[in-house]
């Protein structure tokens, strides 16, 4: 229908196995991350058009091209933004997924927006000739996602993927046309756990004790290592471990309600942690003390061995002790 902007195949296109390796390796490696995701709509998820068809592919298989259509129809009036480039869109169908502990049909919805540049070398009897092709990296697939055939009352499984971040001309593919909210989930729980744990200790603990910049990453060290060290997060156990002080800990809990209000979320106070949340999250704790712009110094252990001070100028330094020097 090019007087939409689509065009569209009228049948499914058969593959060779070789052809099917290469969708594989195009399509599946950028989904690794534990962060899931259900289809959405604020009155109702019956509202939801992705879910609609989705919903009716996973009842009749056969029916993938039908629904297609009307998932790219769907897709071509979500990328309304000047920004969102053109590009092919596909619906495939892959049996037997893994998610959640179970085996499940999945229907993976990936679109191409950007083409690269490939030489083409061929030897010939003269000697060898060079011609460029634009063409599709495998190894960059711009946008997907795959909804599992599970949990379908809650809006399905849903996978995300897309380079392009969260831009406002990357948004349409999200929020727009799958319009998803984040799994109530392990992964969803360390998120946010550990989000509330950096926002505790980098803006609310200042305003109420007397704290150093490097008690702060200290917090935030003993934090990250709880996460790592422990397979269940308790609520109890970690403030006790970690906050130690009782006016810090209420503090803390006090900080937790007002976090999950604004932030209209309900966080567990006991959960199995996601490993892969704490790999992700760990990368904004920062562990440094930036010192005007002469020097950084990162803390990773020990607070002890570090002692702040005022010389008889009125200068500020950090003492630090150590063994060895490599």
């Known amino acids: 229908m090019e007087g939409e902007g689509i065009i569209a195949t009228q049948e499914s296109i058969e593959l060779s196995n070789e ?57 071509h009036e979500c990328s309304k933004h000047p920004k969102v480039k053109s590009g092919e869109f596909y619906t495939v169908y892959f049996k037997d997924c893994f998610v959640a502990g179970q085996i499940v049909d999945a229907i993976g919805l990936f679109k191409t927006e950007n083409k690269d540049t490939f030489l083409k070398v ?43 971040g969260r831009g406002s001309d990357a948004q349409y593919w999200t929020d727009d046309f799958l319009h998803v909210i984040q799994r109530k989930d392990e992964y969803f729980n360390t998120q946010n756990v550990m989000t509330l744990c950096k926002n505790f200790v980098t803006n609310e603990l200042p305003q109420h004790f007397e704290v150093t910049r490097a008690d702060q990453v200290d917090l935030l060290n003993k934090s990250v290592k709880f996460f790592k060290e422990n397979d269940n997060f308790n609520i109890v156990d970690f403030t006790n471990e970690v906050m130690a002080q009782p006016e810090i800990i209420d503090r803390f809990n006090n900080f937790k309600t007002v976090f999950q209000q604004e932030r209209e979320i309900e966080i567990e106070d006991n959960f199995t942690i996601s490993a892969s949340a704490v790999k992700k999250q760990s990368r904004v704790f920062k562990s440094v003390l930036r010192l005007d712009k002469n020097f950084h110094i990162y803390i990773h252990g020990n607070r002890d061995l570090i002692e702040q001070g005022v010389d008889e100028n009125g200068r500020k330094f950090y003492k630090i002790y150590f063994e060895t020097e490599t």
């Not at 995701?37 to 039908?66: C, G, M, Q, R």
């Open 19 to 75: 052809h099917k390796e290469l969708f594989k390796e195009y399509f599946l490696p950028p989904f690794k991350s534990s962060e899931h995701f259900n289809l959405y709509h604020e009155s109702d998820v019956l509202l939801n058009e992705v879910y609609v068809y989705a919903t009716k592919i996973f009842d009749n298989p056969n029916s993938l091209i039908e629904h297609s259509f009307s998932l790219a129809k769907h897709l």
């Open 122 to 164: 061929d030897a010939t009897f003269e000697g060898l000739t060079i011609d460029s092709e634009k063409g599709i990296n495998i190894h960059k697939l711009d946008k997907g996602a795959l909804i599992y055939n599970s949990e379908k009352d809650a809006g399905y499984i849903v996978a995300i993927a897309d380079s392009a």
